[in-house]
């Protein structure tokens, strides 16, 4: 169960049952709305992102990789060495020969991403995105990893407005996160409303992105 989510209405229950019990013993009660760090990489928390280029960051993974097919590894290690058009081939070669039987389809879908991350870096933006944008159609496709590289390539094209609306997508889909997502934000706000008489500390008022040393922990 460690890898489900809470529904909204447990913890709305939860929370609400905490703030009757003190009502009850007339005991103080501060309700504290937390925030996360919606630009920390997401999908940590889950298997196999070590395997996936997060346009921005440069890793240095190669090594720690444990992977049949040794071609990915020599295309990580170009990667590293900021040879992406290199690692770009080297992807490239793999998706048009490898057994789909034998690696699964997430194999595919590592590959897709991090061509479209080495294209990235030759400032082939367009077709980056492009490529990240079909991948999402795909079944069971790590999407908070997919919407992550998107908002950070919009970014780069100075898109600030489509970087907001795809990072908050990235966060929201990101489940294998200890980050407070947007149902469970909703489900405070709603608690609020029915409990006007609490005290209520808004993190988001206090805390900037910058004060933040991973993805919760300020």
Request: with cysteine.
């Amino acid at each position: 169960m460690l890898e489900k989510s809470e529904r909204p209405e447990d913890y709305a229950y939860n929370i609400q049952r905490i703030i009757d019990v003190c009502k009850k013993s007339n005991t103080n009660l501060i309700l504290v709305k937390p925030i996360a760090n919606k630009k920390f990489p997401p999908g940590l928390g889950k298997g196999n992102f070590i395997f996936y280029h997060y346009f921005g960051l440069n890793d240095k993974s190669s090594s720690a990789l444990e992977i049949k097919d040794r071609r990915f590894v020599d295309g990580y290690k170009f990667f590293e060495e900021g040879k992406y058009k290199e690692a770009s081939e080297v992807y490239s070669s793999i998706l048009a020969d490898f057994d789909v039987n034998t690696c699964g389809n997430e194999y595919t879908q590592v590959l897709i991403n991090n061509y479209a991350i080495a294209q990235a870096n030759l400032y082939a933006f367009d077709e980056a995105i492009y490529l990240l944008k079909i991948l999402l159609k795909e079944n069971n496709v790590r999407s908070e990893i997919i919407y992550y590289n998107i908002a950070q390539l919009s970014l780069k094209k100075g898109d600030t407005e489509a970087f907001k609306f795809y990072i908050e997508k990235s966060y929201d889909l990101d489940s294998s996160m200890y980050r407070i997502r947007k149902p469970y934000r909703e489900a405070l706000d709603t608690l609020i409303k029915k409990n006007p008489n609490i005290n209520v500390i808004d993190l988001y008022k206090l805390c900037p992105e910058n004060v933040f040393l991973d993805h919760c922990h300020l």
